[in-house]
T-cell receptor, first 114, second 111 residues
């Protein structure tokens, strides 16, 4: 079955360190998204990509970057981790046609920045 | 004003009750409406999907969209303890690929 996987599932890091969160989908979807989820804020869009070599900033993109070198993967990098980036991170994808109108989510990565 | 507003709850009901969850929105361009269920420490999973106005039923779940009022609802009949989760509404316009989410309503069904 097609799925989205994220790794690591849990991560503890220190302020100032670079961190990369992996996202891999086997849906063959063009569109991929990164969100962070915090109490009281719901899901907030960090970055998104509509295809290989395409990346776009979301509403909370400062301090984050992404790159899209193939269809399956969209890694999220925290350039210099800050305590404010402690959160749960979700990757999602959506496809073409009817599948474009729904998003499928990964299991999430819990990140703690000390 | 946020694009999508959702009462965060928490909502606590006895087993067997009918649950009503709601979202309002401001963007009249939204055409696709979704409900996601998120269990604790898990990713959101798609529960219901509706295009434009009207009702959609799937087992104990019914999704309603009233575009004239910019209001969507999810009804859960004969609620079960396994329905205890956070429910997020989401919306999308015809153009573009961005989705807009409510903040989620936390539901607990008490046995």
């Amino acid at each position: 079955d097609a799925e989205i996987t994220q790794s690591p599932r849990h991560k503890i890091t220190e302020t100032g360190r670079q961190v990369t969160l992996a996202c891999h989908q086997t849906w063959n979807h063009n569109n991929m998204f990164w969100y962070r989820q915090d109490l009281g804020h719901g899901l907030r869009l960090i970055h998104y990509s509509y295809g290989v070599q395409d990346t776009n900033k979301g509403e909370v993109s400062d301090g984050y970057s992404v790159s899209r070198s193939n269809t399956e993967d969209l890694p999220l990098t925290l350039e210099s981790a800050a305590s404010s980036q402690t959160s749960v991170y979700f990757c999602a994808s959506s496809g073409r046609g009817l599948e474009q109108e729904t998003q499928y989510f990964g299991p999430g990565t819990r990140l703690l920045v000390l | 004003q946020k694009e999508v507003e959702q009462d965060p709850g928490p909502l606590s009901v006895p087993e067997g009750a009918i649950v009503s969850l709601n979202c309002t929105y401001s963007n009249s361009a939204f055409q696709y409406f979704m409900w996601y269920r998120q269990y604790s420490r898990k990713g959101p999973e798609l529960l219901m999907y509706t295009y434009s106005s009207g009702n959609k039923e799937d087992g104990r779940f019914t999704a309603q969209v009233d575009k004239s009022s910019k209001y969507i609802s999810l009804f859960i009949r004969d609620s079960q303890p396994s329905d205890s989760a956070t429910y997020l509404c989401a919306m999308k316009a015809n153009t573009g690929n961005q989705f807009y989410f409510g903040t989620g309503t936390s539901l607990t069904v008490i046995p």
